[in-house]
C-alpha cells in the first residue's frame, strides 16, 4: 500500500515537473507567462495554445493561486482546492509523461 502511494507521488511529481518546464519555455520564449487562452489567428495556434494548456495547466494553476493568494488575500481553502485539482491534474499528465519516458528508453 505505501508502495503505491509513493507511485502516484512520483507520477504525479513527474507531471507538475513537466507542466512546469513546458510553462517555464513558454516563458522564457514569449516574454509573457501563460495562462488559459485559446486565442489564435490560426488551426495552428488554437492547438498549440489548446496543448499548452492541457500539458502546463497545473503550473497555470498553481502559479494563478499562490498569487491569487498572496495578491487578493484569496481564502485559505482557495489555495487547497487548486492545489488538489492541480495535483490530480499534475498525476493524469504524469501518467503521459512516464509512458511517454518508457516508450523512449524501450525504442532505444
Known amino acids: 500500500m505505501f508502495?503505491?502511494?509513493?507511485?502516484?507521488?512520483?507520477i504525479a511529481c513527474a507531471g507538475f515537473v513537466a507542466a512546469g518546464v513546458l510553462g517555464s519555455l513558454y516563458q522564457l520564449i514569449t516574454k509573457q507567462p501563460p495562462r488559459f487562452n485559446f486565442g489564435g489567428e490560426s488551426l495552428m495556434e488554437f492547438l498549440a495554445g489548446l496543448l499548452l494548456c492541457v500539458f502546463a495547466g497545473p503550473f497555470i494553476i498553481m502559479r494563478n493561486a499562490i498569487r491569487g493568494r498572496r495578491i487578493e488575500n484569496r481564502p485559505l481553502g482557495w489555495l487547497v482546492a487548486s492545489s488538489t485539482i492541480a495535483g490530480m491534474w499534475s498525476m493524469c499528465s504524469g501518467i503521459m509523461?512516464?509512458?511517454?519516458?518508457?516508450l523512449v528508453v524501450k525504442i532505444s
Not at 508502495?3 to 512520483?10: A, K, R, S, T
Not at 509523461?97 to 518508457?102: H, K, R
Open 3 to 10: 508502495f503505491d502511494v509513493l507511485i502516484v507521488g512520483y
Open 97 to 102: 509523461v512516464i509512458n511517454v519516458a518508457l
